[in-house]
């Protein structure tokens, strides 16, 4: 789009998602910049003035002039990755704080929220320029590249508890933090792939689901699409395609439904009005995964909404409907008198129409309506020094502080990530005590989950629990209106297993608080001891060695005091004859003493682990060492290419799983066992060992035809792979129609190899969809 003439001033470093500008231009060039920027932004700042006049008539745009033309200034000649003047972005996010109607004051910090990111300008400059508030705001909101992290995942950790401690004090902070990605989402096609990939997941994992902790349904609804089609392109428009073919039919229902639902309101002496939708394609995907079913059994597929002016003309309306259209078992909701967490409030049915259309209903007033769309946003009043949020609003941030205070126990930025990703998961479950007292639990919560609700030592010291009167397992799933009772026993104490099935975080971070207290202390000594024997093995005395000979050996292996170091040698991380080489060098002479080496508990298992390390010795490495035994995970069995975790295990070497494997949070409670692995290259960068293979094994969910199978084997040969085992079996689909199911275990490459055979498989007529199986 623009074109321009660099002198040779050298270029500034490109920030994410846009490419920087030269630092100078021709004259001429520049003056081009201008009039195309003038005519681009023009027209939209306008318009984000007359928003503003239009939702907050008594509010001073001033401050939205001055941080429009700071903008303009500061950001001139940089360029998005689309080629549109950079400028566009920031203010194509104030327009969207303007549509929520929020403050002049944050709509000027949307304005700023990219320039100490950005640009050389600094937070005191912001200060100055715009007051305490628009700086704190900016400064919740950048990012922390201009810190050196370990990794992707650690930055990316760290910046949203960064954005978390200011969105405490104030919530503006995540609102321009969900403009700016919603904007960013928009325009994600002009990124790479993996880029789009990444952005995209890190939206549905946190922006998403914080959307609908604030009660921000529309911006949740609209974040979750634009995500869904980068996150799983093939399973996207495969769903739409679904989806369209019945919207003509659908749209022509819900019409006559909202016509008759009309008539029968105005008849019975009752104000509303009603709406009608098509539900969400990612809203949609989720029930598909959650049930396993097609679209044609997704109940809630077709839905109106009936707004009213009271509560008791909400109840009016639920028997009206009830009267003209059958209800369908176990499908009626109130969240009028039990609301969300998040305040959502609403009463939800599910009913049967003519011809077998089912369809929900939502019935609420225009209060509730206005606040399940807005969440948050729908209550924003900022006094001159007041609070910026309502004594209701506190309700929805008291999730934010809980976390907050949770997250100084936790030193590993992966774990922290993982803890937010749960407690971002709506909340549906309502339990109550004996007593009467109501317990909000997440979804599929345990009565284990429900102790630790209680009270902390109720949960460490829980042996069982009875449930409407009558005991069940720690593991059971708790449902809507169960009466929980807790049996605990004193000196009783947390179970490693009990992380396998807890879904609150509190309880998962209590438990894991727990066990990494007394797994720490257990290691401490096991450390010392594995120290002291082999000191005497060698006839050296601990006790000649100072405090400053600890702290010395702990800086060289890059841990913190020298507890960490016994804590390393207890887990397994290091051998005590190479810290005791370290600790007195030279006094050792044993061939090897002084490398990385997890030794193994016997002979059997020297064995088992030099099988494991032939296999992977070629492919994966250690970081900062060569020796370590070192094997790819059976439970997710990773391949080059895969983003992957290394895991020390006691007597079985290091374990690499890959990132997103299940086990991973499991295994990863214990921050002291993670170490570094990467896939093995040679000095040049050349991947070493071209030819090796890594089985893969895919299940194909096909139609049942003739000539499929040979269709099924060309693809993989023009792939360049061999075949290890097919097992074919019938599959009976929706509606009779015969299917099949092909488990294909086959040579893969990498990872991008795997994708080429994943999509060529799914080219072929009559092939619905090709899983990959973690396990062989």
């Excluded at 001033?62 to 903008?71: D, G, P, S, T, V």
């Excluded at 689901?209 to 799983?232: I, N, Q, S, T």
């Excluded at 969300?340 to 929900?360: D, K």
């Amino acid at each position: 789009m623009f074109s321009a003439q660099p002198d040779s001033t050298p270029r500034t470093p490109a920030a994410p998602g846009k490419k920087t500008a030269p630092a100078a231009y021709s004259a001429e060039a520049l003056a081009q910049y201008d009039r195309d920027t003038a005519s681009i932004t023009g027209p939209r700042y306008e318009l984000l003035i007359e928003t503003v006049h239009r939702n907050r008539p008594s509010d001073d745009t001033e401050i939205i002039r001055k941080a429009w033309e700071f903008c303009l200034r500061h950001h001139r000649g940089q360029l998005r990755a689309s080629g549109e003047p950079y400028v566009l972005h920031p203010l194509e996010t104030a327009l969207v704080l303007a549509e929520m109607k929020l403050d002049s004051t944050a709509i000027a910090a949307g304005l700023l929220h990219d320039a100490v990111e950005d640009t050389p300008v600094t937070t005191p400059e912001i200060t100055a320029l715009f007051g305490e508030q628009v700086s704190h705001i900016v400064e919740g909101v950048t990012k922390l590249d201009k810190i050196q992290f370990a990794n992707r995942e650690d930055r990316q950790a760290e910046s949203v508890r960064k954005m978390l401690l200011a969105m405490v004090t104030d919530v503006r902070v995540v609102l321009i933090k969900l403009a700016d990605r919603l904007h960013n989402m928009r325009t994600l096609e002009h990124l790479r792939p993996d880029r789009q990939a990444s952005i995209a997941r890190e939206t549905l994992d946190i922006y998403a689901p914080l959307a609908h902790r604030l009660g921000m349904g529309k911006v949740r609804g609209e974040l979750e699409d634009l995500a869904f089609r980068y996150v799983d392109t093939h399973g996207f428009e495969e769903l739409q395609t679904a989806i369209d073919a019945r919207r003509t039919e659908g749209e022509q229902f819900l019409a006559g439904v909202e016509a008759l639902l009309s008539e029968k309101i105005a008849e019975n002496g009752l104000k509303g009005r009603v709406e009608w939708r098509i539900k969400r394609l990612y809203s949609i995907h989720q029930k598909l995964q959650e049930t396993g079913t097609g679209v044609d059994q997704v109940h809630d597929l077709l839905a109106l909404r009936v707004i009213v002016g009271s509560v008791g003309d909400c109840y009016a309306v639920l028997g009206l409907i009830h009267s003209l259209f059958r209800p369908v078992p176990n499908r009626i909701k109130d969240f009028i008198a039990m609301p969300r967490p998040n305040l959502y409030q609403s009463l939800h049915t599910t009913v049967m129409g003519e011809a077998g259309h089912q369809f929900e209903v939502q019935i609420r007033t225009e209060e509730m309506h206005r606040i399940a769309e807005e969440g948050i946003a729908a209550h924003w009043k900022y006094k001159a020094g007041g609070s910026p949020v309502s004594a209701r609003d506190e309700q929805r941030l008291a999730w934010v502080r809980q976390l907050v205070e949770w997250q100084r126990e936790m030193t590993d930025p992966n774990e922290f990530i993982s803890t937010l990703k749960i407690d971002l998961y709506p909340e549906e479950v309502y339990t109550f005590t004996p007593k009467g007292k109501v317990v909000v639990l997440p979804k599929d919560a345990s009565p284990l989950d429900f102790a630790y609700a209680v009270h902390t030592e109720v949960g460490h010291t829980c042996v069982s629990a009875k449930v409407n009167g009558r005991i069940v397992p720690l593991r059971a799933k708790l449902n809507n209106g169960d009466i929980v009772e807790v049996v605990t026993q004193n000196g009783h104490t947390p179970s490693r297993d009990w992380l396998t099935f807890v879904k609150s975080s509190r309880a998962r971070n209590k438990i894991k608080h727990w066990i990494n207290e007394h797994q720490r202390e257990r290691a401490i000594e096991i450390g010392r001891k594995l120290l002291e024997r082999e000191a005497r093995k060698y006839k050296i005395a601990l006790s000649k060695f100072e405090e400053s000979d600890y702290a010395r050996l702990a800086a060289d292996y890059s841990v913190a005091t020298p507890n960490d170091m016994m804590a390393a040698i207890g887990f397994g991380k290091y051998s005590a004859r190479q810290v005791l080489n370290r600790l007195a060098p030279g006094i050792l002479q044993q061939p090897g003493s002084g490398e990385d080496q997890a030794l193994p508990t016997s002979a059997e298992d020297a064995k088992r682990l030099q099988l494991h390390a032939n296999a992977a010795s070629d492919t994966l490495e250690v970081e900062g060492s060569n020796e370590l035994l070192v094997y790819r995970a059976r439970c997710c069995n990773p391949i080059r290419g895969e983003e992957i975790i290394g895991y020390v295990t006691r007597g079985k070497g290091v374990a690499v799983h890959g990132r997103t494997c299940p086990n991973v949070q499991n295994l990863l409670y214990e921050s002291d066992r993670r170490i570094a692995v990467e896939w093995a290259r040679e000095s040049g960068g050349e991947v070493p060992n071209r030819r090796a293979t890594y089985p893969v094994r895919l299940t194909l969910l096909c139609d049942d035809r003739p000539g499929l199978l040979r269709e099924i084997t060309a693809i993989v040969s023009e792939g360049n792979t061999n075949i290890r085992s097919m097992d074919t079996r019938g599959d009976t689909r929706a509606g009779g129609a015969a299917g099949a199911v092909i488990d294909l275990t086959l040579d893969a490459h990498d990872l991008r190899h795997l994708e080429r055979l994943q999509q060529g498989l799914r080219s072929i007529p009559g092939v619905r969809d090709v899983q990959r199986s973690s396990k062989l």
